[in-house]
Structure formats: structure tokens, C-alpha cells
Nanobody, 115 residues
């Protein structure tokens, strides 16, 4: 069974930082494209970042320069370091895996940025 488990969300003040993790099992992690997406209330789900099996990365326009995606193939875990957080970053953040096993999503972790 494929499992994607997000962690690291929480409440932070504007300008603060968080690091989210996505631990995986049941996938061939090293050949899988991993992504973070987010969805705020009343808004469509949007891309945060991709990291391909090659290590190449892509960022959504609203987070580029503030967020950094990474992966640890030995731990089968993906991360996103989120700096200079803004209230507009408040959303549920979802882990996505696209590989030989198909397309799979995690359950999400809440990030709230508020003073």
C-alpha cells in the first residue's frame, strides 16, 4: 500500500519559518517525482513545488525565493523549507507522488500564518 504522511505544520507568525516533511512508503521513491501542493479555504489547489527524480526543481510563482524543496532518497522523505511566511501562505499543504505506482496524495497538514 502507498502511504504519504505529511508532518511539521502548525501556527507561526508572519516572517517566521516552518519545515514540512513527507514520509513515504510503498513507492519506488528514488524514481518518483515528488511535489507539494496547497489549498486555502475557498481557493483552488495550487502548486507549491516539484522535485523530480533527477533533483531538478520547479516552484509556484507565489513561493519562489522563499521556499526550498528537497528530498532524501535514503530516508524516502521529501521536505519543504518555508521562510518569510505570509498570511497568504495559510493553507492545507499536501504531499503528492507521481511514479510507477501512479498518482498518490497525502492527507495534508495545516499551516496557519497569523499574528
Amino acid at each position: 500500500q502507498v502511504k504519504l504522511a505529511e508532518s511539521g505544520g502548525g501556527l507561526v507568525q508572519p516572517g517566521g519559518s516552518l519545515r514540512l516533511s513527507c514520509a513515504t512508503s510503498g513507492i519506488m521513491f528514488s524514481t518518483t517525482m515528488m511535489s507539494w501542493y496547497r489549498q486555502a479555504p475557498g481557493k483552488q489547489r495550487e502548486l507549491v513545488a516539484h522535485i523530480r527524480s533527477t533533483g531538478d526543481t520547479e516552484y509556484g510563482d507565489s513561493v519562489r525565493g522563499r521556499f526550498t524543496i528537497s528530498r532524501d532518497n535514503a530516508k524516502k522523505t521529501m521536505y519543504v523549507q518555508m521562510n518569510n511566511l505570509e498570511p497568504e501562505d495559510t493553507a492545507v499543504y499536501y504531499c503528492r507522488a507521481l511514479g510507477r505506482e501512479g498518482l498518490n496524495w497525502g492527507r495534508g497538514t495545516q499551516v496557519t500564518v497569523s499574528s
